[in-house]
């Protein structure tokens, strides 16, 4: 078998948001082990955010103010080489470092997918999925723009904070998003170029079916035989 890594990228504020929601209604990362290289965090390098059993019912400014909140940045940390800094350890390298190798490695990675979307654009994913895979859904993707983030109502500087708390993501998503138009448009390049092949070869076609009709009409015309010939000489 050959397998393939794919994923789906979404508007880090959009992401953050739902994530925000989802803990708010009781949602934990209990079962997540969090491992790299071949080990999860000790309690020092990743300390929780809350305690007793969940995180149900904190705000938003409580969800930004954790300084240990895997929310920030997560799109970057799931799809970087954590083992590049350190895994869970802050203090293997500078905090500048470690994000700088964080993100080249996220958008290396990324790059190296055989396909990935983008949740703002159902539509394109749909098709770069089934242009990649030669595959079909049974029914269009739906854009869905209501969603639980988007019903959040938040000021500026609120916005401000959550695109600085995923700096990371942002820088991730508009290369992303660059990436996914780029390999946007080569499929349809690459569609319209077979589609004129497609259209030159049935053309090709009809007019080799129109010249083969044609002589066939003309073999059905009815020469005189040998015999009225020879008639006809012996007549003259």
């Given at each position: 078998r050959k397998f393939y890594y794919i994923t789906l990228l979404r508007d880090p504020v959009s992401r953050y948001l739902s994530e925000w929601r989802h803990v708010q209604r009781g949602a934990t990362w209990?079962?997540?082990?969090?491992?790299?290289?071949?080990?999860?965090?000790?309690?020092?390098?990743?300390?929780?955010?809350?305690?007793?059993?969940?995180?149900?019912?904190?705000?938003?400014?409580?969800?930004?103010?954790?300084?240990?909140?895997?929310?920030?940045n997560r799109q970057v940390r799931m799809l970087a080489d954590l083992s590049l800094v350190g895994c869970y350890n802050m203090s293997f390298i500078t905090e500048k470092k470690r994000a700088q190798l964080l993100l080249e490695s996220a958008k290396k990675n990324l790059k190296d997918m055989a396909f990935f979307g983008l949740t703002e654009f159902q539509r394109k994913t749909q098709y770069l999925?089934?242009?990649?895979?030669?595959?079909?859904?049974?029914?269009?993707?739906?854009?869905?723009?209501?969603?639980?983030?988007?019903?959040?109502d938040l000021d500026n500087g609120t916005i401000q904070r959550i695109e600085e708390l995923n700096d990371l993501d942002m820088q991730l998503y508009d290369y992303a998003k660059d990436l996914f138009q780029?390999?946007?448009?080569?499929?349809?390049?690459?569609?319209?170029?077979?589609?004129?092949?497609?259209?030159?070869?049935?053309?090709?076609?009809?007019?080799?079916?129109?010249?083969?009709?044609?002589?066939?009409?003309?073999?059905?015309?009815?020469?005189?035989?040998?015999?009225?010939?020879?008639?006809?000489?012996?007549?003259?």
């Amino acid at each position: 078998r050959k397998f393939y890594y794919i994923t789906l990228l979404r508007d880090p504020v959009s992401r953050y948001l739902s994530e925000w929601r989802h803990v708010q209604r009781g949602a934990t990362w209990k079962t997540s082990l969090h491992m790299c290289d071949g080990r999860t965090p000790t309690p020092e390098e990743l300390p929780s955010c809350y305690e007793g059993t969940d995180w149900s019912g904190c705000t938003l400014q409580e969800f930004m103010d954790c300084p240990y909140n895997l929310a920030n940045n997560r799109q970057v940390r799931m799809l970087a080489d954590l083992s590049l800094v350190g895994c869970y350890n802050m203090s293997f390298i500078t905090e500048k470092k470690r994000a700088q190798l964080l993100l080249e490695s996220a958008k290396k990675n990324l790059k190296d997918m055989a396909f990935f979307g983008l949740t703002e654009f159902q539509r394109k994913t749909q098709y770069l999925f089934e242009r990649t895979f030669n595959l079909k859904f049974i029914r269009p993707f739906m854009q869905y723009n209501n969603t639980r983030a988007g019903g959040v109502d938040l000021d500026n500087g609120t916005i401000q904070r959550i695109e600085e708390l995923n700096d990371l993501d942002m820088q991730l998503y508009d290369y992303a998003k660059d990436l996914f138009q780029q390999r946007y448009q080569f499929k349809r390049q690459v569609e319209r170029m077979e589609q004129r092949k497609k259209n030159r070869e049935e053309r090709l076609l009809q007019r080799s079916n129109e010249a083969f009709a044609k002589d066939e009409a003309e073999d059905q015309v009815r020469w005189p035989t040998e015999d009225y010939m020879s008639h006809i000489i012996e007549k003259w």
